[in-house]
């Protein structure tokens, strides 16, 4: 089936450091997502992204869709302790009709 | 408007006991996909219904079953647990499903299977 390489898996940095972390796929897909996941919670959706090369932004967070639809990236500007928790890719394709994620990234912000 | 709700939160079964897990999506939601949550494989897809219908399947054994209600509440099945069925289940509801866009996740159900 379609696997999702997400990196790094786990990030230790700074308050107010720059984050970046991305997925790779052998597959295409239609639709590129980024979620955030608490302790206790579940995913919270951050970033969509529909189009090949499209860039979208949601505050801090900067999110890509690779002009060969196999990857995507995530940036984080001037991180904050809030930003703690793990961050997922997320890959839908029309193929197969179902959303499949990446192993995640693991984020810790020192103050 | 309220959320995902899913329970129980919590559940603890023994070796060889079904459990069932519920999923109360979005008011309007007709899509609840499920996967299961482990920190060695990630996220897993499990099956999504939509409209009382399951509409796709992951890979995972016939012993984890679902259904969906006419309300659009749904309901998944573990039966003869095993001990790597400790999870964290989650359920993802949306209009529509389809391009994946509007999945709002519950907190999930965590099984533990002794």
């Known amino acids: 089936g379609q696997q999702l390489n997400q990196s790094p898996q786990s990030m230790f940095i700074q308050e107010g450091e720059d984050v970046s972390m991305n997925c790779t796929s052998s597959?295409?897909?239609?639709?590129w997502l980024w979620y955030k996941q608490e302790p206790g919670e579940g995913p919270v959706l951050l970033i969509a992204?529909?189009?090949?090369?499209e860039l979208t932004s949601n505050g801090r967070l900067t999110a890509q869709f690779g002009i060969t639809r196999k990857d995507s990236f995530l940036n984080i500007s001037a991180s904050i302790p809030s930003d703690v928790g793990i961050y997922f890719c997320a890959g839908f394709s029309y193929n197969n009709n179902d959303m499949r994620f990446g192993a995640g990234t693991r984020l810790t912000v020192k103050p | 408007k309220a959320g995902v709700t899913q329970t129980p939160r919590y559940l603890i079964k023994t070796r060889g006991q079904q459990v069932t897990l519920s999923c109360s999506p979005i008011?309007?939601?007709?899509?609840v996909s499920w996967y299961q949550q482990t920190p060695g494989q990630g996220l897993q897809f499990l099956f999504e219904?939509?409209?009382?219908?399951?509409?796709n399947k992951g890979n995972f054994p016939g012993r984890f079953s679902g259904r969906q209600f006419s309300n659009s509440r749904s309901e998944m099945n573990v039966s003869t647990l095993e001990l790597g069925d400790s999870a964290l289940y989650l359920c993802?509801?949306?209009?529509?499903?389809?391009?994946?866009?509007?999945?709002?996740f519950g907190s999930g159900t965590r099984l533990t299977v002794v």
């Open positions: 993802a509801s949306s209009l529509a499903g389809g391009n994946g866009y509007g999945y709002t």
């Open positions: 219904y939509f409209s009382e219908t399951q509409r």
């Open positions: 008011s309007g939601h007709r899509s």
């Open positions: 992204l529909y189009k090949a090369g």
């Open positions: 597959s295409i897909f239609n639709t």
